[in-house]
């Protein structure tokens, strides 16, 4: 099973992207699961993010993205977005999109079984 993150790239500071998450070949791996987003810039742990649980009702985000970023899912298309606003130069870094196999998970890394590749997300000052 793999995880496919989408959408990295490079941004101005103050700019927006949107990352899009979505499983391959268990595409339900998504819908029926907790679904987490965590980066990791260049010399530094991997961190929270973001997750939400299977039918979105809850979600958690790190206080450094709280109000600027959003995390919702479709389950009907097995994906999971992560809406990036006002980012910073400081954004800059390599997300990860991760499943849990339970409805809903925390902020710790071994919370979640399923890892994919990342993208990266750079933004300019």
């Known amino acids: 099973v793999q995880l496919q993150a989408s959408g990295g790239g490079l941004v101005q500071a103050g700019g927006s992207l949107r990352l899009s998450c979505a499983a391959a070949p268990a595409r339900t791996l998504i819908s029926n699961n907790a679904v987490a987003w965590f980066r990791q810039a260049p010399g530094k742990e991997r961190e929270f993010v973001a997750t939400?649980?299977?039918?979105?009702?809850?979600?958690v985000y790190a206080d450094s993205v709280k109000g600027r970023f959003t995390i919702s899912r479709d389950n009907a298309k097995n994906t999971v977005y992560l809406e990036m606003n006002r980012l910073k130069p400081e954004d800059t870094a390599k997300y990860h999109c991760?499943?849990?196999?339970?409805?809903?998970?925390?902020?710790?890394?071994?919370?979640?079984?399923?890892w994919g590749q990342g993208t990266l997300v750079t933004v300019s000052s």
């Open positions: 991760a499943a849990a196999y339970r409805s809903y998970a925390g902020a710790g890394t071994d919370e979640y079984r399923y």
């Open positions: 939400i649980s299977w039918k979105g009702g809850t979600t």
